[in-house]
């Protein structure tokens, strides 16, 4: 090996390149997350059953629980049947919802929460406005643009889209995000979607999360609901629409801390199937 070539590869090296998974490398997203053709035809069927919004054509992306990108689709023909800008939405709004979640385990010595907590992107909305609990939460937690602009666009939404296998990253705070929850009440990760209004985004992610089975989060014999701040223990991470004028102008007022803004079109939030024990 030449002093050139050592130079090269450790300038390479240092510049941390983005691993590539086209070869067949699969992620480490066991613990019973859907496939690439799972996630790929729940987002189909999840899309064809909405039509509020501008029914358009929409971007899924699921999260592991360390925030790694397991699979990425798309619902149209092409991946330029979709927005395009929206495929890096659905990640950043699955890792949100895996970020922002939590299981009976967080529970220990006193703290956490004994019976979990979700929260959907759609929930974060007003809480991170000015003047809001979690102001400032929208700027951490930046997307890795290293990982979500890789690679060949061919690939985009495929089985070898080029973000599977790296963190994402990212904080969305609108609807479309949600934590997944395995038998038992297990958070296991993060569904995202993105493509309409957010509040379409968010009726289809539920129904995503629904048709994948992975909303295990009402009561059982041995486990009480997991709990959220809707106010439905039915649909315990729904978007709220709560949000009244401001008087004094600006942001619209939460009258719970949680609410998000109407969308065009908005409708069937609260009739979404009820999550599963």
Request: one cysteine or more; aromatic letters at 6%.
């Amino acid at each position: 090996m030449t002093k050139r070539t050592t130079a090269l590869t450790c300038i390479a090296l240092a510049l941390g390149a983005v691993p590539s998974f086209a070869q067949g490398f699969q992620p480490p997203c066991g613990n019973g997350l859907p496939s690439y053709s799972q996630l790929k035809s729940a987002i189909a069927q999840a899309t064809m059953a909405e039509s509020s919004g501008l029914n358009n054509q929409m971007w899924a992306t699921i999260v592991n629980r360390d925030g790694i990108v397991c699979a990425v689709a798309f619902s149209g023909t092409n991946r330029g049947a979709q927005w395009p800008g929206s495929r890096v939405i659905s990640a950043q709004k699955a890792n949100t919802g895996n970020a922002f979640s939590l299981d009976a385990s967080s529970y220990s010595n006193g703290s956490g929460q004994g019976v979990g907590l979700a929260l959907s992107s759609a929930n974060l909305f007003s809480a991170v406005q000015p003047g809001g609990s979690l102001f400032g939460l929208q700027e951490s937690n930046p997307v890795n643009t290293r990982v979500a602009y890789a690679g060949l666009s061919s690939q985009y939404g495929t089985n070898d889209d080029p973000m599977v296998g790296s963190k994402i990253g990212g904080v969305n705070v609108f609807g479309g995000g949600l934590a997944l929850y395995a038998t038992g009440h297990v958070i296991v990760g993060g569904v995202g979607v993105s493509g309409d209004t957010s509040c379409a985004d968010h009726n289809i992610a539920w129904r995503v999360r629904n048709i994948l089975g992975l909303d295990h989060m009402a009561k059982t014999a041995a486990l009480p609901a997991v709990g959220g701040v809707s106010g439905d223990p039915a649909r315990p991470d729904n978007i709220i629409f709560d949000i009244k004028e401001n008087p004094s102008g600006g942001t619209g007022i939460s009258a719970g801390g949680f609410g998000h803004p109407m969308c065009l079109n908005t409708s069937g939030s609260s009739t979404l199937p009820p999550v599963e024990p």
